[in-house]
């Protein structure tokens, strides 16, 4: 379904992704973890094409994916939607207009410049915006709701293009624990309801073990772990963020789990 093979990608001297191979046979909920500057980012934005791969090749369903340029490349990008760490809404847009900005690919410039969106549209992004918990939310400004809210707004302007893809650069690294849960749980339902991929980069182990069926670690640009939540034990986190003996698990954690224990005392 989707073939990653050596994938690299150079900034001058520096390569920040180094020959990466990840092959997915079913969609999957994954998570991408290591430390700042691992290459994390740079994998997904080669996946999307934001930024162009220096070698390697990236294979969807059988259409190699790695060179498409114009209007295929359009395609693909919104095949592979993506959202990112800082929401990147038009704050002082309403949320159901930020949403619709989701089908902008797919619309002449003319209604473009008008504003104008199809009545259909209209209400897929209300059902959207029903189903990610926020639709009361949908005549105000972005800026006025929390960061939880804002980022499922996002999701939600990525779901408008039916992706079968989704990608999330640190989607939760803004939100406090409580948001942070909300909003992974919404990308879990996505995937579990619609079949649909999820690649996730997380700066939290805590995170990526409950919410993913598969981890990916990635360290100085490699691909140092690929495998279960089960699979990746203290001393494959320890080795994946490169910390020494004294690596204690809660300095990358979000502390949802926490929130959880406190909720059971409650
Ligand atoms: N446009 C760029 N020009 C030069 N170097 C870059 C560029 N983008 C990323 N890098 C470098 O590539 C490496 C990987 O960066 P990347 O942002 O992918 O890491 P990351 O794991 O996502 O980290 P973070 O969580 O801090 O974003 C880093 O050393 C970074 O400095």
Known sequence: ?????????????????DSANIHVDKPMMIGIIGRSGAGKSTMLRMLN??????SGSIVYEGEDVTHLRGAAKRNWQSRCAMIFQQFNLVPRMDVVSNVLHGT??????????????????????IDILNRLGIAEQAPKRAEA??????????????????????LADEPIASLDPMNAQIVMQSLRQIHEEDGRMVIAN????DTARRYCDRVIGMRDGRIVFDGTPEQLTTGVARDIY????????????TEIETLDRQKEFA
Request: proline letters at 2%; a positive charge.
């Open 1 to 17: 379904m989707l073939s990653i093979d050596a994938l690299t990608k150079q900034f001058g001297e520096k390569i920040a992704v």
């Open 49 to 54: 094409r934001l930024s162009d791969a220096t």
């Open 104 to 125: 902008l690919n797919r619309r002449s410039t003319l209604s473009t410049m008008f504003n104008l969106y199809p009545q259909d549209d209209i209400h897929k992004a």
């Open 145 to 166: 709701l929390s960061g939880g809210q804002q980022q499922r707004v996002a999701i939600a302007r990525a779901l408008m293009q039916d992706p079968k893809i989704i």
């Open 202 to 205: 997380l700066h939290t182990l």
């Open 242 to 253: 490169g910390a020494g003996a004294d690596f204690s698990e809660a300095a990358t954690s």
